[in-house]
């Protein structure tokens, strides 16, 4: 079993910064594939970032390419992600995600992992 927990969330002005952590534990952090995911009000779940196991390779959807910044350090047993530029259409509950699979990056049904979620709201 993989225990994820987020931190970071909160309200920010748009325009605004905020930066989410993810800590893991259970099973070796580098055989974890991470991904972040987020839902918003009345909306499905989408994801928003993925990593790779070493972090060398990433993947964002469209609407977050130039803003967010996904990381990782497996030292730490750490999953970060920068948001910056934030917009209102950014407010959602933020999720991480992990498998131990090669991942469909972008489904969420390719990750077998989930932390409880971390709120991020964004005002105009």
């Known amino acids: 079993q993989v225990q994820l927990v987020e931190s970071g969330g909160g309200l920010v002005q748009a325009g605004g910064s905020l930066r989410l952590s993810c800590a893991a534990s259970g099973r070796p952090f580098s055989s974890l594939v991470m991904g972040w995911f987020r839902q918003a009000p009345g909306k499905e779940r989408e994801f928003a970032a993925f990593i790779s196991w070493r972090g060398g390779t990433t993947d964002y959807t469209d609407s977050v390419k130039g803003r967010f910044t996904i990381s990782r350090d497996n030292a730490k047993n750490m999953v970060y992600l920068q948001m910056n530029s934030l917009k209102p259409e950014d407010t959602a509950v933020y999720y991480c995600?992990?498998?131990?699979?090669?991942?469909?990056?972008?489904?969420?049904?390719?990750?077998?992992?989930w932390g409880q979620g971390t709120q991020v709201t964004v005002s105009s």
């Open positions: 995600a992990a498998t131990p699979r090669v991942a469909v990056a972008r489904s969420s049904a390719g990750y077998d992992y």
